[in-house]
């Protein structure tokens, strides 16, 4: 069954505020834990990933926590802008899984009103 | 920069046809993935291949749904018959190497409505 839930379904925000989306996984074991921006019509592109021997990475305006005891991890964005708007989705190895494979959640669209 | 390239970009197909996809791979990736996004949801895995083997179909529908990656470069997804319930896009996505989690780089997609 589905082991990575992602919430909120849908975020509005106002430009130059955070935007907070949290995902939960069921393995303990995993340990790789990517973020995806999907633009309206194309194609999903990485933006940050984290693995389990760090807490936090951040690559500018976008960081990633992760908390391995809670089994949640969550994708923070500041001074948000209008191009920060899409779908963005988490994703985490399978219960039991390897082999580089992921589970996706269901996704967030993030609208950033000017 | 090298991108992963599908084709066609867009299908329509009446029910009980047969459709087929095609991956191209960003050069001297391992891995490919193939996905279908229902509208609305994120990305399932049908089936990965590690070369040109499959390592995990667990999720591909078998009795209408083939992939194969013949010399472990490209790939082709085969439905027969389609089904009004396979409309989706179905994205490619290929990876250096299967043996750990790395970035996966996603094709374009087919956006396939069965009619």
């Known amino acids: 069954g589905e082991n990575v839930e992602q919430h909120p379904s849908t975020l509005s925000v106002q430009e130059g505020d955070s935007a907070v989306i949290k995902c939960t996984y069921s393995d303990s074991a995993s340990n790789y834990f990517p973020w995806y921006k999907q633009e309206l019509g194309k194609r999903p592109q990485l933006i940050i990933d984290i693995r389990s021997n760090v807490g936090e990475k951040k690559d500018q305006r976008i960081a990633v926590t992760l908390n391995k005891t809670a089994k949640h991890f969550s994708l923070h964005i500041t001074e948000t802008q209008p191009e920060d708007s899409a779908v963005y989705f988490c994703?985490?190895?399978?219960?039991?899984?390897?082999?580089?494979?992921?589970?996706f959640g269901k996704g967030t669209k993030l609208s950033v009103k000017p | 920069e090298a991108e992963v390239a599908q084709s066609p970009r867009y299908k329509i197909t009446e029910k009980s046809q047969a459709v087929a996809f095609w991956c191209d791979p960003i050069s001297g990736h391992a891995t490919l993935y193939w996905y279908r996004q229902i509208l609305g949801q994120g990305p399932e895995l049908l089936v990965q291949f590690q070369d040109e083997s499959v390592v995990d179909d667990s999720q591909l529908p078998k009795d209408r749904f083939s992939a194969e990656r013949l010399k472990g470069v490209d790939s082709t997804l085969k439905i027969q018959p389609a089904e009004l319930g396979d409309s989706a896009m179905y994205l490619c996505?290929?990876?250096?190497?299967?043996?750990?989690?790395?970035?996966?780089?996603f094709g374009p997609g087919t956006r396939l409505t069965v009619l």
């Open positions: 996505a290929t990876g250096e190497t299967g043996s750990s989690h790395n970035e996966q780089f």
């Open positions: 994703a985490a190895p399978p219960w039991g899984g390897s082999q580089g494979n992921l589970i």
